[in-house]
């Protein structure tokens, strides 16, 4: 008897395979040696296959089994009862299978063993050779073993040749409709909440240098399909390594997958009596508790995952290094400026000769010997790398020979260093989580370089312009051999899914040189700033692409503005403000859409938590202080405690009274910009900020209904759509001064430092509306309506900022209806008189022309006269020739 098996638990992989032998062996007998999937159960159910009488194990006399097929297993823990009888003699075995070999591995006199996404792929292709013709149904179940196995098309272990079954299957009558039904199916009540469950459970361990996502759930009951669970939560977390272990009844499910070759799941479950491909496993384990199963996973991981990253990849480049010739005292002074512990020292040739670490500086200096060379006092026995060195050669310099930092050399040149704390972040990560206690303390950091490839989120997120512009700045910089990288707001707005597309690139190398060579390839125009490194490359549509070299500062004393160096992109993002602000994505070709996160920034992303990267960020930049409330009421995330905690210290030494005013008046500027201010104002309030701006400055009863009615009338004016732009800000910061004296808003504007342009506006004609306000309260009680006349003079010349402040103010409706009634007919009323008519007319030139045309205009505004012949006869009238 021939008899056609596959193995436990079975998918739709399996059923396909089987379905498909079917027609290479008719006359052999389906089995199922063990249980199936919950959704291969569900199709089963609701399908015709009874016809092919598929029968269990149970129900087949063993020892009348002469010939054994077996789809899509050849591990012999995995095919039930018939692992009783794969060594009689006289069996005959073939194999149709894609999973990779193992120790139990099975040897077949017939074996179709291919690296494939899908057992079905290679049937369907022994279809394709023999000529056999699959009817609409076996096509169907057949399409439904390819695209489950490879997660429709999409996972990394698809190949060509499982896209060309697919399209043989289709062409001869599959059914997509059919399929999608059965693979893309609605959640159970169960499955939502054991969803739920692995969500708030998942955690992420760093193995060997890699980042691997760990869930685990304990259910008392049976919950089908947790595969599909697994890709959704994979999903949701945009994961590249996800295992899941969860517990119903007596046994424990478990269930790997992987984007990374570092990481072969199909090996690590093998351990665990389960198997798979590398990038797809999964298990069941007895007898085990959950706890304990966990622990045995970490262990299985170590033991596995192949470490990842380079010396090259480490390190950070370009490095500080002193000449042999140099002083302790030099060396004190470098250390203390960029927080080194270990500095490389080098010959005039700048050949690495020597490591010289803060201990020995210290010490040397507490001896009195600061004039002592670092030559005198360095390290000469060290151990060096070349940038392709593995972590197991980084890991012996810094163990074996105890240095604080490898210096990588390439040839006889320093191209990088690698320091100690480099490698353990990148070996550990997250194994100790961060904890912030009840002070409010952070009482452990990690800054582990974390990497995900956003490529798909890039393509899905951003227009075509935007990527064709991202994908050229790759290119340039693979032909001028340097590395690029997309920063700032950009990114964490991508992975918030909001839009931004202010494009901020930092190169590591000479920034102004990459920009003129990307301006020539792409045909644009360059601003340059030499002093800086940066430049704009301006399209011909106006679309603008910041470009930096990659630096880092180091300040001389508290709010001083910074000195600037060039750096590798860690150090570069290293000098940023907040975590969330320092992640960033790869341009180059061979990496493009890889995401670095040096410094936790998706953490916190997913905290919502805005926090600094050291603890001197507000010391050295007060300006800061500002940022973080308003990034904080922007995104809707909150201030971390611990930096909190900074910030209050840094608002107790009076820092912020250390920058110059228009550095506050910047940041004062784009708060003020935000879709809500108010919000923001309170907590710049609670955070005592505002009384570097002006001590009398409050946000009271009164202060936030007139922000709150200023908001009302610049939005009523938006609705206009009269096209002319007005700076809203300049709007909310005449409502932030209020009723204060010209005297105490003088002496504001003079600190911020507020362009000479607008300095009119808060001085002059601030005073003048108000004194027109009283005008108009006044005016309003003799209850003698204005003429349109009227109106038009009482705001002409004032600016729209000032107008919509107005409007905010009058707190009354007939007010404000005249204002309305200025801003949206009379201020764009005008005459159709001109001065040559008054010539033609007979009249001499002269200042009184001023005089005509002002009457002819409120004649026009109080609808006296409507046509240019009514406005002569007007002139003619009252200034006769």
């Known amino acids: 008897m021939d008899v056609i098996a596959t193995h436990v638990n079975a998918d739709f992989d399996c059923l396909g395979s089987m379905i498909a032998a079917k027609r290479l062996y008719p006359d052999a007998v389906l089995v199922f040696p063990g249980g199936q999937e919950q959704g291969l159960r569900n199709f089963l159910l609701q399908s015709t296959l009874y016809a092919y009488n598929i029968k269990r194990s149970k129900d087949i006399d063993l020892a009348e089994v002469t010939r054994l097929i077996l789809v899509d297993v050849r591990s012999t823990t995995r095919i039930g009862l018939f692992a009783d009888i794969v060594d009689r003699p006289g069996l005959d075995i073939h194999i149709y299978d894609h999973h990779p070999v193992d120790k139990h591995a099975l040897r077949g006199s017939l074996e179709e063993i291919h690296d494939v996404g899908a057992t079905t792929t290679i049937l369907t292709r022994i279809f394709k050779e023999r000529g056999i013709v699959p009817d609409s149904d076996e096509a169907t179940m057949m399409m439904l073993g390819i695209f489950e196995d490879t997660g429709h098309l999409l996972f990394s272990g698809t190949t060509p040749a499982d896209f060309e079954a697919a399209a043989f299957l289709l062409e001869h009558g599959a059914n997509l409709n059919t399929v999608a039904d059965f693979l893309v199916r609605e959640m159970t009540p169960e499955q939502v909440a054991l969803l739920n469950e692995l969500l708030n459970s998942c955690r992420t361990v760093i193995v060997n240098g890699v980042e691997i996502a760990i869930s685990h759930a304990s259910v008392d009951y049976y919950v089908g399909d947790i595969s599909s669970l697994v890709h959704k939560l994979k999903d949701i977390e945009n994961l590249d390594v996800l295992i899941v272990a969860v517990r119903m009844e007596d046994r424990i499910f478990t269930v790997g997958r992987s984007r990374l070759p570092e990481v072969h799941v199909g090996e690590v479950f093998q351990e665990l009596g389960g198997g798979g491909h590398a990038f797809a496993a999964s298990a069941t384990v007895r007898d085990m508790p959950l706890a304990q199963l ?175 512009i991202l994908h050229q700045l790759g290119e340039v910089a693979d032909r001028q051999q340097v590395k690029v990288f997309l920063v700032g707001g950009c990114v964490r707005d991508l992975l918030l899914r909001q839009e931004n597309l202010d494009i901020d690139v930092v190169v590591e190398g000479n920034g102004i040189g990459f920009a003129r060579q990307f301006a020539a390839t792409v045909g644009c125009r360059i601003r340059e700033h030499e002093k800086f490194g940066t430049a704009v490359v301006i399209f011909p549509d106006g679309f603008k692409v910041d470009i930096a070299s990659a630096r880092l500062e180091y300040y001389d004393s508290p709010a001083a503005l910074p000195h600037v160096e060039h750096a590798s992109i860690r150090q570069d993002l290293y000098r940023r403000d907040f975590t969330i602000n320092t992640l960033t994505i790869a341009l180059n070709r061979e990496n493009f859409g890889q995401m670095l996160d040096f410094f936790g920034g998706q953490r916190d992303l997913k905290d919502k938590a805005i926090r600094v990267l050291h603890n001197l960020s507000f010391v050295e930049d007060p300006t800061r202080l500002f940022r973080a409330v308003r990034f904080e009421q922007r995104l809707g995330f909150r201030i971390g405690r611990q930096t909190e905690r900074l910030m209050r210290s840094a608002v107790r030494m009076n820092l912020v009274k250390r920058v110059g005013g228009a550095r506050i008046l910047n940041e004062l500027e784009q708060i003020l910009s935000e879709a809500h201010i108010l919000p923001a104002l309170e907590r710049l309030e609670q955070f005592e900020l505002l009384k ?93 309506p204005p003429t349109n006349s009227d109106i038009f003079h009482w705001f002409e010349g004032l600016p729209l900022e000032l107008i919509l402040f107005l409007m905010a103010s009058a707190e009354d409706d007939v007010l404000q209806k005249w204002i309305s009634l200025y801003v949206t007919r009379l201020r764009n009323v005008k005459i159709a008189l001109t001065g040559q008519d008054l010539i033609n007319l007979g009249l001499q030139p002269g200042p009184y022309f001023q005089d005509i045309f002002r009457v002819v205009l409120d004649a026009r505004l109080n609808m006296d006269v409507t046509s240019k012949q009514e406005e002569i006869e007007l002139a003619l009238k009252n200034f006769p020739p």
């Open 692 to 784: 570097f701006i002006d001590r009398r400055l409050k946000i009271d009863v009164p202060s936030r209904k007139l922000l709150i009615a200023a908001g009302r009338a610049a939005n009523w004016f938006d609705l206009l759509y009269t096209g002319e732009s007005y700076r809203r800000w300049l709007l909310y910061l005449l409502c932030l001064f209020g009723q204060q004296s010209e005297k105490t808003v003088s002496g504001i504007i003079r600190w911020l430092n507020v362009h000479p342009r607008d300095q009119d506006l808060f001085l002059e004609k601030r005073s003048r509306s108000l004194v027109l306000l009283k005008k108009l309260k006044f005016w309003k009680a003799k209850q003698a």
């Open 294 to 468: 966990l622990d045995h996973l970490q262990a299985l991981l170590q033991k596995h995952v192949q470490p990842s990253g380079t010396a090259g990849e480490l390190m950070s480049s370009p490095v500080k290094t002193l000449p042999e010739v140099a002083s302790i005292d030099k060396a004190r002074q470098l250390m203390a400026r960029f927080n080194f512990n270990a500095v490389p020292i080098v010959d005039d040739r700048h050949h690495v000769v020597g490591i010289i670490t803060r201990q020995i500086v210290e010490k040397a200096a507490h001896h009195k010997l600061a004039r002592m060379t670092v030559g005198d006092v360095m390290n000469s026995d060290f151990k060096a790398v070349s940038s392709s060195a593995s972590l197991a050669e980084l890991q012996q310099g810094i163990i074996e020979h105890n240095q604080r930092c490898v210096p990588v050399v390439d040839g006889e040149m320093l191209v990088g260093v690698v320091t100690r704390t480099d490698l353990l972040r990148h070996m550990l990560g997250d194994q100790q989580e961060r904890l912030e206690g009840p002070t409010g303390i952070l009482t452990q950091r990690s800054l582990q370089l974390k990497r995900k490839n956003l490529k798909r989120l890039l393509e899905a997120q951003l227009p075509n312009y935007i990527k064709n």
